[in-house]
Nanobody, 121 residues
Framework: QVQLVESGGGLVQAGGSLRLSCAAS????????MGWYRQAPEKQRELVAA???????NYADSVKGRFTISRDNAKNTAYLEMNSLKPEDTAVYYC???????????????WGQGTQVTVSS
């Protein structure tokens, strides 16, 4: 059993900053990758940023230069630092992690419950 718990969402004015956290817990053997997705009303869920173990992060074009994804492997936690926020960044942000649990030889994708980010103009 694996759980992803997100925190850090909220309401912020345009130009402001927020920091999201995603903590993974449970029967974890290794975390292959962690990432953040977002879904705005009536839109499809889209990748915001992701980082694989030992790899470089990748970002959606719309957030490059403004958002930074990082990981604390000791804490099984990923962060998304969001700066220069725009109203179009308003969405529910979901954490996703590709996790291999103990006893398995493959990894499975897990999702968090989502955290609301609202940017006012």
């Amino acid at each position: 059993q694996v759980q992803l718990v997100e925190s850090g969402g909220g309401l912020v004015q345009a130009g402001g900053s927020l920091r999201l956290s995603c903590a993974a817990s449970g029967n974890i053997f290794s975390i292959k990758a962690m990432g953040w997705y977002r879904q705005a009303p009536e839109k499809q869920r889209e990748l915001v940023a992701a980082i694989r173990s030992g790899g470089s992060p990748n970002y959606a074009d719309s957030v490059k230069g403004r958002f930074t994804i990082s990981r604390d492997n000791a804490k099984n936690t990923a962060y998304l630092e969001m700066n220069s926020l725009k109203p179009e960044d308003t969405a529910v942000y979901y954490c996703n992690a590709d996790i291999q649990t103990r006893g398995l030889t493959w990894s499975i994708g897990y999702w968090g419950q989502g955290t609301q980010v609202t940017v006012s103009s």
